[in-house]
Structures are given as structure tokens and as C-alpha cells.
Nanobody
Framework: VQLVESEGGLVQPGGSLRLSCAVS????????MSWVRQAPGKGLEWVSS????????AYADSVKGRFVISRDNAKNTLYLQMNSLKSEDTAVFYCAKSPWGAVGSYDYDYWGQGTQVTVSS
């Protein structure tokens, strides 16, 4: 099983960035996926989840209305579109696989390596 996030980067406040996570080694379309982040000096924070067929999504209050999670099951790829970025969004972002097909669980059995997103002027 492999989860490989795209390169993050440095973005100015108010800017946008799209992360992707290419997966292999399992049937992508059968499992819910999530994005989780870790800000400097802080613990892991759940950001967003999407169910196996993309019909149901969930967001942390801190990103609701600014971030959009999506997936392309034909391409085995998960996405996170991040808009109106704030300095407090600076973190390492991880994609994570759920053992289940539905959202609502915070159990993850596989993680990507993480990608750094820095929001700064």
C-alpha cells in the first residue's frame, strides 16, 4: 500500500493550493479517505473526510467553507482544494486511508509521508 502526497509549498495568505494523494496497493474505491494535518508544535488535527464513492464529505470547523475534499476513483487519487488560506493553516498535511467505506470514523490504517504547506507573506 502506498499513499503519495503531492508537493505542498509556500502560499500567501488568501491564496489557494490543491493537494493530491496518489494511492496504490488497495482498491481505492472501497474505502473512505481523509486529510489530517499537524501544525508546528501541535498534535494531529483531522481536516476532512470523504466516503468511498465521494457522495459524503465532512470537514473540521476550522476549514469548513474554505477547503474542498474530492476524489477520482478512476485515477486512484484524493484531492484537497484549499482556498482563502490563513497562516494558521501552516502544517504538514497527510492523506490517510480508513479501514471503512463510510465517513465518521477516525481510524486510519495507512498514511502518506506528509507534505508541508506554509502560509506566509
Amino acid at each position: 500500500v502506498q499513499l503519495v502526497e503531492s508537493e505542498g509549498g509556500l502560499v500567501q495568505p488568501g491564496g489557494s493550493l490543491r493537494l493530491s494523494c496518489a494511492v496504490s496497493g488497495f482498491t481505492f474505491s472501497s474505502y473512505a479517505m481523509s486529510w489530517v494535518r499537524q501544525a508546528p508544535g501541535k498534535g494531529l488535527e483531522w481536516v476532512s473526510s470523504i466516503d468511498s464513492d465521494g457522495g459524503s464529505t465532512a470537514y473540521a470547523d476550522s476549514v469548513k467553507g474554505r477547503f474542498v475534499i474530492s476524489r477520482d476513483n478512476a485515477k486512484n487519487t484524493l484531492y484537497l482544494q484549499m482556498n482563502s488560506l490563513k497562516s494558521e493553516d501552516t502544517a504538514v498535511f497527510y492523506c490517510a486511508k480508513s479501514p471503512w467505506g463510510a465517513v465518521g470514523s477516525y481510524d486510519y490504517d495507512y498514511w502518506g509521508q506528509g507534505t508541508q504547506v506554509t502560509v506566509s507573506s
